[in-house]
C-alpha cells in the first residue's frame, strides 16, 4: 500500500494541517516508508492472538456519577481569542 | 428481515410501484447526573459554560475517566433491545473539525460497540405489528452547541452539552414507510422512558435521529441511500422521509442517478437539502483512543444489571391482555407510557378491567389531550375516577351521568360519591317513581302511543321523554321494561 500526492493532500486538509506544494513530494515518502514498515508487519502470523493493548493487566478506571466538576465558565473562556458572555465567539459557521 | 413486500407499504410513482427503505440512527441522550469522560453536569440550560470542565473544553493534559452510571444505563437499554451485550467493547477517536468540537474528535465506540444486535416490536397500528432489527448501541460523547442567531459574522459557542453521554442506536434498514419509522422511534423512546435511561425529551434533544432512505423497484436490490441528519420530532421524522423519498422517486423517474450524500430537513419548506460541507467529513480516520482502555464487563454484573429492569413495556401489555382481559390495542394505549399504565392499574384493581380502560382511554385521555395536558398534571385522580367507575357499577349513576360527575370532578374536585349525593345526581331505581313519569306522558301523547302500537321502534321517543322527565337520573334499563309493559309491545 503507498499513497499519492493527492491522498497526501487530503489526509493534510481533513488534519488541517498546511502543507506548501514542495512538501507534498517529502511527506509522501514519508508516509509510504511508514506504510512499507506496517505491510512488513502484516507479514507476521497472528491467529487467534489477542491485541494487547497495555503490558499490565489493567482494568479501564471508572468515576462515580456524581457532579464533581464545572462552573468554572470563566476559566474555560479565559485564553478565547474572542469571548461575549462566557460564550466563545468563532467566524460564523452555518449550514 | 421484513422480506416480503407489503403492497399497501408501496408509494405510486408516475411509472409504477416504488418501495421506500428507511434505516436509522437514533441518539439518545443518557440519563445521568455527570458526563461521560467528566465530573461536569449534564443538567439542561444553565449559564454558558458553566457545565464545562476542563476535559470537556479539551485543555492540553486533560484524561477523561468514564462514568459507570453512563456503562450501566447502556447496558439497560442493550437489555431492554433485547440485544446481545459485549463483554468487551472499545471507544475510539473519530476526527473531525467543527468549533463545538473542541477535541478535534468525538469519543466514540466504532469497531466494538457495548451493545450488538437485538430487535424491538413496533405497533404500526392497531392491526400491524413490525419486528425491527437492532444493529448495535454504542456510547459516545455529544458536541457542544452553536449559535448562530445573535450576529451576521459570528457563532456563539457553548459547551454546555460537550461531552454528555450519548448512546446512538442504529438499526437495520427494516422501515418501509413514515408511518413505520414514526412508530419505532416512539416505541424507542417508550422502552428507555420505561428503563429510566433516557428521558425522550424531543424539545431538548435527548432523542434526535440521523434517517436513511433509499427507494427502489418492489424486488430490486437496495438504492444508493441519503442520509437526513438530526431530525428532532417524530412529526419531522415521518414529514422527511416522505419528502426524501419523493424527491428520489422524481430523480430516477426522470432517467436520473441519486449520489449518496447527506442532507438537512427543512420543515418550514417541507423539503430536504444538500449539506455539501459535511461530505468530505465522512472520512472519519477512526483509531483506539489511546487515552481509554477497552471496556470488560462480568457477565455477572450484566445479570445484576438485568435482574433490577422493571417491567417493559411489551411484558406489560401482554399482562394487561391476560390479566384484565383487554383487546391488544387497548393494552397498547395504556402502556404506552409508564405513568398511564400505572395510573390504570389503579383504577382498574379490583374493578371491571374493561370499564376501567375505556374510562382512562376515552374520557380521560381524550381530555387530557385536548387540554394538552399529561397523565402527571391530571386533575382527576386514579382514585376519583376509580369512586366513579364504582358507582357506576354498583347502579348509584348511568353511564350518562358519570360523564357529567367526570366533568365536575375535573373542573371543581371534590369526592365523586358525595358530589352524586349532594347534586342530587343518583340513579332513579324506584320504579315508582318512573311509573309516575312514563304514565304522565301516555297519558298526554295517545296519538303517539297509538303509533308505537304499530310501530314498535317509536319505543326510543318514549324513552327519551321518560330520561327527560327524570331529569336523565332514571335508570334506562328500568325505563324500558316498564315502557314495554304499558304499551304492550
Redesign the interface.
Known amino acids: 500500500m503507498s499513497v499519492d500526492t493527492t491522498t497526501v493532500r487530503r489526509i493534510a486538509h481533513l488534519s488541517r494541517i498546511a502543507v506548501t506544494d514542495d512538501e507534498v513530494a517529502h511527506l509522501q515518502s514519508e508516509l509510504n516508508a511508514i506504510l512499507a514498515f506496517v505491510e512488513q508487519l502484516r507479514g507476521v502470523d497472528v491467529e487467534g492472538v489477542e491485541p494487547m493493548t497495555s503490558v499490565m493487566p489493567m482494568q479501564l478506571k471508572k468515576r462515580a456519577d456524581q457532579v464533581t466538576d464545572g462552573f468554572i465558565a470563566d476559566e474555560i473562556v479565559a485564553n478565547a481569542p474572542r469571548r461575549e458572555d462566557h460564550f466563545f465567539v468563532v467566524p460564523k459557521v452555518v449550514e | 428481515m421484513n422480506t416480503h413486500v407489503k403492497p399497501s407499504k408501496l408509494v405510486k410513482g408516475a411509472t409504477g410501484d416504488w418501495e421506500i427503505i428507511v434505516g436509522m440512527e437514533v441518539h439518545a441522550q443518557v440519563t ?3 458526563k461521560l469522560f ?4 449534564t443538567e439542561f440550560g444553565g ?9 470537556d ?1 479539551a485543555m492540553p493534559g486533560m484524561l477523561p ?7 450501566a444505563q447502556a447496558v439497560r437499554t442493550g437489555l431492554g433491545l433485547k440485544a446481545q451485550i459485549n463483554l468487551t467493547s472499545v471507544f475510539d477517536r473519530k ?5 463545538d468540537l473542541p477535541q478535534g474528535y468525538q469519543i466514540s465506540q466504532y469497531k466494538s460497540p457495548i451493545v450488538g444486535e437485538g430487535e424491538v416490536i413496533v405497533d404500526v397500528s392497531p392491526t400491524e405489528q413490525i419486528r425491527v432489527g437492532i444493529e448495535r448501541l454504542h456510547l459516545e460523547q455529544d458536541a457542544g452547541k ?3 442567531d445573535q ?9 454546555n452539552r460537550s461531552g454528555v453521554a450519548l448512546m446512538e442506536i442504529v438499526s437495520k434498514p427494516d422501515l418501509r414507510s413514515a408511518d413505520e419509522a414514526r412508530a419505532y422511534v416512539s416505541k424507542l423512546r417508550t422502552i428507555m422512558r420505561y428503563l429510566g435511561t433516557c428521558d425522550g425529551n424531543m424539545e431538548q434533544g435527548s432523542l434526535r435521529a440521523d434517517v436513511n432512505v433509499s427507494v427502489r423497484r418492489p424486488g430490486d436490490p437496495l438504492g444508493t441511500r441519503c442520509e437526513i441528519k438530526n431530525v428532532n420530532s417524530i412529526r419531522f421524522i415521518g414529514q422527511a422521509i416522505e419528502a426524501e423519498a419523493r424527491r428520489q422517486i422524481g430523480i430516477i423517474e426522470d432517467g436520473g442517478v441519486i449520489e449518496q450524500e447527506t442532507r ?1 430537513f427543512d420543515p418550514t419548506r417541507g423539503e430536504t437539502r444538500s ?1 455539501r ?1 459535511k461530505e ?1 467529513a465522512h ?1 472519519y ?1 477512526y483509531f ?1 483512543d489511546p487515552d ?5 464487563l462480568d457477565q455477572s454484573y450484566i445479570e445484576t444489571l438485568a435482574a433490577d429492569l422493571p417491567e417493559l413495556p411489551d411484558e406489560k401489555r401482554a399482562r394487561f391482555i391476560k390479566d384484565y382481559a383487554l383487546p391488544p390495542y387497548d393494552a397498547g394505549v395504556l402502556v404506552a407510557d409508564r405513568e398511564s399504565a400505572d395510573f390504570f392499574e389503579s383504577v382498574a384493581k379490583g374493578r371491571d378491567a374493561k370499564l376501567a380502560a375505556n374510562w382512562v382511554i376515552n374520557e380521560l385521555f381524550g381530555r387530557l389531550n385536548k387540554e394538552g395536558q399529561g397523565i402527571a398534571t391530571s386533575p382527576v385522580s386514579a382514585e376519583q375516577l376509580a369512586a366513579i367507575i364504582d358507582l357506576i357499577s354498583d347502579g348509584t349513576i348511568s353511564g350518562k351521568i358519570a360523564k357529567d360527575v367526570f366533568e365536575i370532578v375535573w373542573s371543581e374536585g371534590g369526592d365523586p360519591r358525595a358530589l352524586v349525593e349532594s347534586r342530587g345526581m343518583k340513579q332513579v331505581t324506584d320504579t315508582g317513581a318512573i311509573e309516575a313519569a312514563i304514565d304522565q306522558i301516555i297519558a298526554s301523547n295517545p296519538d303517539k302511543v297509538a303509533q308505537a302500537q304499530q310501530k314498535p321502534t317509536m319505543l326510543g321517543w318514549f324513552v327519551g321523554q321518560a330520561m327527560k322527565a327524570t331529569g336523565g337520573k332514571a335508570n334506562p334499563q328500568a325505563v324500558n321494561t316498564l315502557l314495554k309493559a304499558k304499551l304492550g309491545i
Open positions: 445521568s447526573r455527570a467528566s465530573g461536569a453536569s449559564e454558558p459554560n458553566s457545565h464545562v470542565s476542563l476535559i473544553a475517566v468514564i462514568n459507570a452510571e453512563c456503562v476526527n473531525y473539525f467543527y468549533p452553536s449559535l448562530h450576529s451576521a459574522t459570528e457563532s456563539l459557542v457553548d459547551l438537512l449539506m460541507s468530505e472520512d480516520r483506539p481509554l482502555l477497552p471496556l470488560h
